[in-house]
């Protein structure tokens, strides 16, 4: 059973409930946000390819616990999206707690 990848689903549908039916940043809609996927993820490959190069491995992975599809460069699909979750989940609590404290600070009405 490939339990890397499943908890990879798992984390992404989380953080995406997360967002749509607690938190309610609109993250989603917000080009910045976009735009900051994408650089991550242009930093992400070359890390990441780095380290799961199958010809020298740093981090190696169980093939029987990911899909095995590996792109580009050696890189488990899986890893995309952990990263896109954690990067995720760590924006909408900044926006959440930036959108809290602005509304804890203003005066009795």
Same mark, same amino acid.
């Given at each position: 059973m490939p339990e890397y990848t499943i908890l990879?689903?798992?984390?992404?549908?989380a953080v995406v409930l997360l967002e749509l039916a607690w938190l $309610?940043?609109? =993250?989603? $809609? $917000?080009?910045?946000y976009w735009l900051s996927m994408l650089i991550v993820l242009g930093f992400q490959i070359p890390v990441d390819?780095?380290?799961?190069?199958?010809?020298d491995p740093i981090v190696l992975y169980?093939?029987?616990m990911t899909t095995g599809i590996r792109f580009p460069w050696d =890189? #488990?699909?899986e890893d995309f999206g952990f990263g896109a979750a954690? =990067?995720?989940?760590t924006m909408i609590l900044w926006l959440h707690a930036a959108t809290t404290?602005? /509304?804890?600070?203003? #005066? #009795? /009405?």
């Open positions: 990879v689903v798992v984390s992404l549908v $309610r940043t609109g =993250i989603f $809609r $917000r080009l910045s390819g780095w380290l799961t190069k199958l010809s169980d093939d029987a =890189i #488990p699909v954690m =990067i995720t989940l404290d602005r /509304e804890d600070r203003r #005066p #009795p /009405e």
